[in-house]
């Protein structure tokens, strides 16, 4: 990497802020989206990132509802312990609510709402609102699909991920 071609973190090549670094790797989950890459830049994502609102520097929502989000839902976000609500609703993500998601200790609001998801809900704290209407898998101990289906789901995903750096590596170079 050379100066000044990283929008993430820093302008020089060097580590990202672990907050930072958490979401990079549950966007992971997501297949990186281009929404997400166009918009998040430097190593603070309390100044203004998409989806993102802190409270006293600390990330406090995370709200990608409508977003076309594919993929599954990562283990990471249990890493954000001020996290108070996450949005999911409304995307195309597939698999279960992980297990490591009852630890987040601030969390009050869970909503997979619309989605495709399945499998049991993980036991939350009574004071933790989940809404997950609209998952017609949900509470089955698994999906409608084969193993080879969710394999090939998976490669899917990898495969709209590298589409969409494509896309931006194209619309770069263009540009310069």
Request: charged residues 20%.
């Given at each position: 990497?050379t ?7 820093l302008?020089k ?29 430097g ?5 203004d ?5 802190c ?10 509802a ?16 001020s996290l ?10 597939i ?15 869970l ?26 898998d ?17 490669h ?21």
């Amino acid at each position: 990497m050379t100066e000044d071609t990283n929008s993430f973190c820093l302008p020089k090549p060097g580590d990202c802020s672990p907050r930072v670094t958490t979401l990079l790797s549950i966007s992971r989950s997501f297949g990186y989206p281009v929404k997400l890459a166009q918009n998040w830049k430097g190593n603070d994502p309390c100044t203004d990132w998409l989806g993102i609102t802190c409270s006293n520097g600390n990330i406090s929502v995370v709200n990608f509802a409508k977003m076309d989000l594919n993929g599954t839902i990562s283990p990471d976000f249990s890493s954000l312990k001020s996290l108070q609500r996450l949005i999911l609703a409304n995307n195309n993500l597939i698999g279960t609510i992980p297990q490591e998601l009852i630890t987040l200790p601030a969390l009050t609001e869970l909503d997979v709402s619309n989605n495709k998801l399945y499998g049991k809900v993980p036991s939350f704290r009574d004071n933790v609102v989940i809404n997950t209407n609209g998952n017609l898998d949900i509470g089955k101990d698994n999906s409608e699909l084969t193993p080879e289906e969710e394999i090939l789901k998976g490669h899917l995903v990898q495969q709209i991920w590298l589409h969409q750096i494509l896309l931006l590596l194209a619309e770069k170079l263009l540009v310069e």
